[in-house]
């Protein structure tokens, strides 16, 4: 009898483990489309007829969509079952693949990338939630998120070097085509693997529709009036209305929410000063991190003069250390230091990082500057986002950790948009394309102040903040 508790007990490890690596492939294929989609862009551009002004909607309307559904998406984990709303991401996702891949003209392409931005923003809290539901808090959470972390680095690297080989050799179309038989393995996988929840809410048939519509249209327009902030075409009248109207939407949802019987977003889940914290740290962090590379990218074009391949190349090594430090390093220094202390050790990287690219001249020096600049961001951010995902649910009801994952990404993905935003007004108003390389560096260096305030402004409310 014991020795069949036992072998029961190892079968519901196993499976355990089977579903991080299930939920895990959803982060992967989010992360892939990422990297694969820009590797592309010069020959969708080509082959689509797209002007400069349309191309930038192809990654542009995926981040608007994705961060304007992720606190719907959350949500809708908690009150409709994370699987069911997992398994409904992921066809939204992989249907929307299909399009973009058979898509002969740029507006049918947009639509099916906006698609797909819906469909990431319904799994990956639902995935996330998951994870956090299954596993207790400790050690074995630390590890889950660790693995789920790492699977998003190596998703980013391999977009990388496969967008790269398939619009080389085969042609744009299969940079959305192979997306289609991964997240039927996940449909095939997830149905036996992940388990059915029956939340308590899920009996109570009434929805706060109101509350839907108004927050995910307040995001939309928040998300967008930060994007747009950076394009030529912005005026401060036009981002202004944006914001405007943008914030009235997000009041009236507050108001709506404090009447609501059923809730979509209960408030009193701000009371949880660790989530209230690890949301506005999570901005920081993105801010950061997009900002570099965005003072990065211009720093390898415009100054070092790198082809996009190079560019890649140099990435690499840096990829590769984020998915050994998201597995095994974030998990063992959470076991034992703490959530707290491995956050702001990551955000102190983040601002070692930027101050040592400060160093950075004309000259091509790349084992000097570049590389450890690139490793100290690469190793910063695989420290905190497992930790951050992991502080995240911290005394947080099973009920509302969709929810908690939902807030924590959008405040994640806005604070990537605006910290962009300022990086490239900054940048843009100090200097030209044309300009001398002294004062392109200028410039640059002026961006990167941005990136380190966002760093150490992370650092100090991580430190302050978050419990354990």
Not at 87 to 98: C, K, P, Q, Y
Not at 100 to 129: E, F, K, Y
Not at 209 to 220: D, E, F, P
Not at 261 to 267: F, I, S
């Amino acid at each position: 009898m014991a020795e069949r508790t036992e072998q029961g007990e190892k079968r519901a490890e196993r499976w355990r483990w089977m579903l991080v690596i299930v939920v895990s492939m959803a982060i992967f294929l989010d992360t892939v489309d990422v990297s694969i989609v820009n590797v592309a862009l010069p020959d969708l551009q080509r082959g689509l007829h797209l002007t400069t002004a349309d191309l930038q909607w192809v990654p542009g309307i995926y981040g608007l969509t994705n961060a304007g559904f992720l606190l719907l998406g959350g949500r809708a984990a908690d009150l409709l079952g994370r699987r069911r709303i997992f398994l409904l991401g992921a066809t939204l996702f992989g249907l929307a693949s299909f399009t973009g891949g058979l898509a002969n003209s740029g507006w049918l392409l947009i639509l099916a990338r906006g698609v797909q931005g819906v469909g990431a923003a319904l799994t990956m809290p639902a995935a996330t939630s998951i994870i956090t539901t299954t596993f207790a808090e400790g050690p074995e959470r630390n590890q889950a998120l660790g693995i789920f972390s790492a699977t998003g680095g190596a998703g980013f690297t391999c977009g990388l070097v496969i967008g790269g080989l398939l619009t080389s050799f085969i042609g744009w179309h299969w940079v959305f085509l192979v997306n289609v038989p991964f997240v039927l393995l996940i449909l095939l996988l997830a149905r036996n693997v992940v388990p059915q929840d029956r939340s308590p809410i899920e009996r109570e048939r009434s929805y706060d529709l109101a509350g839907a519509i108004l927050v995910t249209g307040g995001l939309l327009l928040l998300v967008y009036a930060l994007t747009q902030a950076g394009e030529s075409g912005a005026t401060p009248l036009k981002t202004g209305t944006l914001l405007i109207l943008a914030i009235f939407l997000l009041i009236l949802f507050v108001l709506v929410e404090q009447r609501s019987r059923t809730p979509l977003m209960p408030l009193h889940i701000f009371r949880s000063r660790n989530l209230s914290v690890v949301c506005v740290v999570s901005f920081t962090l993105l801010a950061s991190f997009f900002s570099f590379l965005f003072v990065f990218t211009l720093y390898l074009q415009n100054v070092l003069h790198y082809s996009p391949i190079q560019a890649s190349l140099a990435q690499l090594p840096t990829s590769i250390l984020s998915i050994v430090t998201s597995q095994f390093v974030s998990p063992r220094l959470m076991n034992r230091f703490g959530v707290r202390l491995t956050i702001s050790l990551g955000m102190l990287c983040l601002l070692c990082g930027a101050l040592l690219f400060f160093m950075g001249g004309a000259a091509n020096n790349y084992l000097g500057i570049i590389l450890p600049t690139l490793l100290a961001f690469s190793f910063g951010m695989a420290l905190c986002v497992p930790a951050l995902g992991v502080a995240t649910v911290i005394g947080i009801e099973q009920t509302e950790q969709g929810l908690a994952a939902g807030l924590q990404g959008t405040w994640a993905q806005g604070g990537g948009g605006l910290g962009v935003a300022m990086t490239a007004a900054v940048v843009s108003a100090s200097t030209v394309p044309s300009a001398a390389i002294v004062q392109q560096l200028y410039g640059l260096h002026l961006g990167l102040i941005v990136v380190a305030v966002c760093a150490a402004i992370g650092m100090m409310l991580a430190f302050i903040g978050i419990q354990k």
